[in-house]
């Protein structure tokens, strides 16, 4: 199916879209798509990718950390939550690359203010509007440029704005009222301009008939693995926005942490197996890669209601056809503590420069200055 087949058939596909944001950078990405996961609420990366060889870990996980013999092992004194043992496939084929000690100097442990720093890419007393991701993407006339189908849409903000539609079938999306006639008023015509942009979206969304999309993989019925699936039947249909955003959580695990997160990594790890497991049998897993990414980590130190707190610098995962799997940065030391938060290893701008390299979207301001990681 061609794309513009494709924009006939997605109108029974319920999604949020936003459509193309500015940029002055020229895409060669030739068909490659950045899937970006947000762990909302802040995601505890120690009992994700658990450093079981480090004694101060059971010591100040107590009864919240998990047992040595119940990890899947990743590398000598690393392993996998082992929720997550659906992404095992993935890591032994080399496809996988954890990035240990994520963070930025300074760190803030609002949810509000640090999710603005990781979707700006900005220092932590520096305010931006625009999201990183609108700092690098092409500018091109296809009107499916940036998609989210959860999660915050804030890494996109850009300076053309960003088209949205609420959740629920695109078959009930309606245009946008375009009034005839001219204007000098420069607000009034980019409003204008947005409007109409959205309404060449409609109209193509409306032409197509998704149900003729056949899948091979069976998809879980979790919110997340319904995000996942959503992105193959798009990609089978060929349509492929530049960047996709999908979320899960809350992670923000204060108290009884260890079922929560343990089903939510559950769910993290099916809809990414899955996912991958399709793209493969259609041949396009080399042009996809997948990165997680989260306001912040957790505290070392389980609370009084077998939580964590929130913390600072935390691991994150990376998952593609054309990841060069295994360990990336430094984990950060369990005894050097910054007022009881792990201090960060690695600057998180390095990981999104990664990224956008991998994309061929060049750089930014806020990323001219890292250099990229070495797992693409």
């Given at each position: 199916?061609?794309?513009?087949?494709?924009?006939?058939?997605?109108?029974?596909?319920?999604?949020?879209?936003?459509?193309?944001?500015?940029?002055?950078?020229?895409?060669t990405?030739?068909?490659?798509v950045?899937?970006?996961?947000?762990?909302?609420?802040?995601?505890?990366?120690?009992n994700?990718?658990?450093?079981?060889?480090?004694?101060?870990?059971?010591?100040?996980?107590?009864?919240?950390?998990?047992?040595?013999?119940?990890?899947?092992?990743?590398?000598?004194?690393?392993?996998?939550?082992?929720?997550?043992?659906?992404?095992?496939?993935?890591?032994?084929?080399?496809?996988?690359?954890?990035?240990?000690?994520?963070?930025?100097?300074?760190?803030?442990?609002?949810?509000?203010?640090?999710?603005?720093?990781?979707?700006?890419?900005?220092?932590h007393?520096?305010?931006?509007?625009?999201?990183?991701?609108?700092?690098?993407?092409?500018?091109n006339?296809?009107?499916?440029?940036?998609?989210?189908?959860?999660?915050?849409?804030?890494?996109?903000?850009?300076e053309?704005g960003?088209?949205?539609?609420?959740p629920?079938?695109?078959?009930?999306?309606?245009?946008?009222?375009?009034?005839?006639?001219?204007?000098?008023?420069?607000?009034?015509?980019?409003?204008?301009?947005?409007?109409?942009?959205?309404?060449?979206?409609?109209?193509?969304?409306?032409?197509?008939?998704?149900?003729?999309?056949?899948?091979?993989?069976?998809?879980?019925?979790?919110?997340?693995?319904?995000?996942?699936?959503?992105?193959?039947?798009?990609?089978?249909?060929?349509?492929?926005?530049?960047?996709?955003?999908?979320?899960?959580g809350?992670?923000?695990?204060?108290?009884?942490?260890?079922?929560a997160?343990?089903?939510?990594?559950?769910?993290?790890?099916?809809?990414?197996?899955?996912?991958?497991?399709?793209?493969?049998?259609?041949?396009?897993?080399?042009?996809?890669?997948?990165?997680?990414?989260?306001?912040?980590?957790?505290r070392?130190?389980?609370?009084?209601?077998?939580?964590?707190?929130?913390?600072?610098?935390?691991?994150?995962?990376?998952?593609?056809?054309?990841?060069?799997?295994?360990?990336?940065?430094?984990?950060?030391?369990?005894?050097?503590?910054?007022?009881?938060?792990?201090?960060?290893?690695?600057?998180f701008?390095?990981?999104?420069?990664?990224?956008?390299?991998?994309?061929?979207?060049?750089?930014?301001e806020?990323?001219?200055?890292?250099?990229?990681?070495?797992?693409?």
């Open positions: 199916m061609h794309r513009r087949q494709f924009l006939k058939a997605s109108g029974a596909l319920p999604f949020l879209a936003y459509f193309p944001v500015g940029s002055s950078l020229a895409s990405s030739a068909g490659k950045l899937i970006l996961v947000q762990l909302g609420g802040g995601n505890d990366s120690l994700t990718f658990i450093p079981y060889a480090d004694p101060l870990y059971y010591q100040q996980r107590q009864n919240l950390a998990i047992e040595a013999e119940d990890i899947l092992q990743l590398s000598t004194g690393l392993g996998l939550n082992p929720a997550m043992a659906d992404l095992l496939p993935g890591w032994e084929a080399g496809e996988m690359a954890v990035v240990e000690g994520l963070g930025y100097p300074q760190p803030n442990r609002s949810h509000f203010r640090s999710i603005d720093i990781w979707q700006t890419a900005s220092d007393d520096e305010f931006l509007q625009n999201g990183w991701v609108s700092q690098v993407l092409p500018d006339d296809f009107p499916l440029n940036a998609l989210v189908l959860g999660g915050s849409p804030g890494a996109f903000n850009g053309q960003q088209l949205s539609a609420t629920g079938s695109l078959g009930d999306l309606q245009e946008a009222y375009l009034p005839t006639g001219t204007t000098s008023t420069s607000a009034v015509e980019f409003v204008m301009q947005q409007r109409q942009k959205y309404n060449q979206a409609i109209a193509l969304l409306g032409e197509v008939d998704f149900s003729s999309v056949q899948l091979t993989t069976e998809f879980a019925n979790d919110s997340f693995s319904l995000q996942c699936e959503a992105v193959a039947r798009l990609l089978s249909a060929d349509v492929k926005p530049c960047v996709i955003h999908l979320s899960l809350s992670f923000d695990t204060h108290s009884n942490q260890r079922n997160q343990d089903n939510l990594l559950s769910q993290l790890a099916a809809g990414l197996s899955a996912l991958r497991t399709e793209l493969i049998a259609q041949g396009l897993w080399s042009q996809i890669t997948v990165g997680t990414y989260a306001e912040f980590g957790r070392l130190a389980v609370n009084a209601s077998d939580g964590t707190d929130h913390g600072t610098a935390a691991s994150h995962f990376v998952l593609g056809g054309s990841v060069l799997g295994g360990l990336y940065g430094q984990a950060p030391s369990l005894s050097e503590l910054e007022d009881g938060d792990l201090i960060y290893t690695e600057d701008r390095r990981y999104y420069r990664t990224l956008s390299d991998w994309m061929e979207w060049g750089t930014s806020q990323l001219n200055d890292f250099e990229p990681l070495s797992f693409l």
